[in-house]
């Protein structure tokens, strides 16, 4: 018998194992019943907070292949005792399992206690609830509480905060937000409809896995799709609408960042970072993503793709009021919705479509919205109708959505990192972000698209990946078919390998698939392997560039490249 505490953290959204706040505790369970290892935590759980008078709160676990995660509920204002306790639980169930020695608990509870009394903030959780009572949405963190969002707003820090008999409760008001969620596709789908929004007259902000901004202002660079980053863009007075991204990480690790938003899109879903959290499938991950869900009301709508298996399975099951797109309107679920009269976008006779009630509204041609390379880039496309179906759940009209669509450009300002395009003395030059199969095999599928002399693309992938992933991931770039394979190194982003390890499982697969030694380049890095593409092209090639790293230096230099 194996037991391993992996880690102990707060939850203050909602997530994947239920709606409280509290802690959670993920743990490594190997050869022994994992539902009794739980059990048998929850049972010293119950026993702790009866002694530590939190009787009221409850507990709850998730098992999965590898062990379980385990939650208890906690007060807002007590979530660093909350993992205390739910950690203190472990150890006491661990030495019972293992017949080892009973750790004092006693003793560490009346240290619990001395802590919690610099922890608790009875005025805090006042408010919260006075907040709840008056429909006004509340944020709090470790400094600071909020009341309304966008230029509806105030904020103080958790330690000053107003006697509740000095507020007026009409002076708050509230911005209309949405959270987008898939494998991929986000950042794209929040950039673009903030240009939607822009089109509509909105001061539109956004949070992502690159930098969390507001209007045109970029507030900070760095991965904002956790609570963190939707904090701070509601909290901006500029904010007229926002468009929330969150991924996997975030969910699972903190729960959702608000509790409630006017609508929500699932993108997709696809084989990514498995094995993180205790999701360890495909289908695990699925659900995941659809915690975004629980943050809609039942006047609220959620969007989503027709045409990913995943998604179909897991958003019935969601009970939610459903809009889904597709690009086939002769899809089932498609027709469903046309004969019920349902929401639904899809494509008919190279149009995008939106129906809703019996009605059709032409939005544009799919080949004049520049973001689908003149309807080449299948997954923009897909991009395109999600956010299509999401600005409409938000009352966005018709004519914004499709100046936001064909004033929104696959160019490094609008959506850096995705399907850039530089043009450079007759070459084509695109550089994306794609670094999981699903998404680099959407990328080469439009690639492959595309009139070309010859074909050169750049690639590297990271080191905490197996042999088999990196071999997968390859295959992926392979069905290009290219000319020129330039595989490079990412010293960044070795995690564990050395120099050389990921470009060697690399050569080896694309040998595999028959790749000949002189179609095979190594560069040290990404850098580099972009100047060896355009030194070895000829005008009418197509050069791909996966850049992982060094992205603003490639996009600088490529820059200065561009000829028209």
């Not at 509340?138 to 103080?156: C, F, Q, R």
């Not at 109708?385 to 004519?399: D, E, Q, T």
Request: charged share 25%; hydrophobic share 45%.
């Amino acid at each position: 018998m194996k037991l391993e505490l992996d880690e102990v953290r707060r939850l203050t959204g909602p997530n994947l194992l239920w709606d409280k706040p509290g802690a959670i505790v993920d743990v490594f369970i190997t050869d022994t019943d994992a539902d009794a290892v739980a059990q048998c935590w929850q049972r010293w759980v119950h026993r702790l907070l009866d002694e530590f008078d939190w009787g009221q709160e409850e507990s709850t676990y998730r098992l999965h292949a590898d062990g379980a995660n385990m939650a208890i509920s906690a007060p807002m204002d007590a979530l660093y005792t909350a993992c205390e306790v739910a950690e203190l639980a472990w150890d006491c169930a661990v030495a019972e399992l293992l017949s080892l020695s009973e750790p004092d608990w006693q003793a560490r509870l009346t240290e619990l206690s001395s802590e919690l009394a610099d922890e608790v903030n009875p005025e805090l959780l006042r408010l919260i609830a006075a907040a709840n009572d008056q429909n006004v949405r509340w944020l709090s963190d470790d400094d600071d509480l909020s009341l309304g969002t966008g230029a509806g707003v105030k904020v103080w820090p958790v330690r000053e905060l107003p006697s509740i008999d000095t507020i007026d409760w009409d002076s708050f008001t509230d911005i209309q937000s949405a959270l987008i969620t898939g494998t991929n596709g986000k950042s794209t789908s929040v950039r673009l409809a903030a240009e939607i929004a822009k089109a509509a007259g909105f001061n539109a902000g956004v949070t992502s896995t690159d930098f969390i901004r507001v209007g045109d202002d970029i507030i900070d660079r760095g991965d904002y799709s956790g609570p963190g980053g939707a904090r701070m863009l509601l909290r901006d007075p500029r904010t007229q609408m926002a468009f929330l991204e969150v991924a996997r990480g975030g969910i699972l690790r903190r729960g959702l960042p608000v509790e409630s938003v006017n609508a929500a899109l699932v993108t997709n879903v696809a084989s990514d970072h498995l094995g993180q959290y205790g999701i360890n499938t495909v289908e695990e991950l699925a659900e995941a993503k659809f915690v975004v869900a629980k943050a809609l009301d039942a006047k609220s709508v959620l969007v989503v793709n027709a045409d990913n298996e995943l998604v179909v399975n897991q958003a019935p099951k969601t009970g939610k009021t459903l809009c889904w797109f597709s690009v086939n309107e002769a899809n089932p679920l498609i027709q469903a919705q046309l004969q019920s009269g349902g929401r639904a976008v899809f494509v008919r006779s190279g149009k995008l479509i939106y129906h809703a009630s019996g009605l059709f509204e032409e939005i544009c041609a799919v080949n004049d919205v520049p973001m689908t390379f003149g309807g080449t880039a299948q997954h923009n496309i897909e991009n395109a109708l999600g956010v299509i179906g999401l600005c409409r759940c938000l009352k966005l009209p018709f004519s914004a959505i499709r100046q936001g669509l064909m004033s929104f450009s696959s160019d490094a300002e609008d959506n850096p990192g995705r399907g850039n395009v530089y043009q450079v003395d007759g070459r084509q030059v695109i550089v994306d972000f794609a670094h999981n199969e699903h998404s680099m095999r959407a990328v080469v599928d439009m690639v492959n698209r595309l009139p070309a002399s010859q074909t050169i693309t750049m690639f590297g992938h990271a080191g905490d990946r197996s042999d088999q992933d990196i071999a997968d991931l390859t295959d992926a770039v392979a069905a290009l078919d290219a000319d020129l394979y330039i595989i490079s190194e990412l010293a960044a982003y070795l995690r564990g390998r050395e120099l050389g390890d990921v470009p060697a499982v690399v050569e080896k697969r694309l040998r595999e698939k028959n790749v000949k030694d002189e179609q095979i380049y190594v560069a040290k890095d990404p850098l580099s392997g972009a100047k060896h593409a355009l030194s070895v092209s000829k005008p009418g090639d197509v050069i791909l560039l996966f850049v992982l790293d060094q992205r603003e230096q490639v996009h600088e230099w490529l820059s200065s490249q561009v000829t028209e």
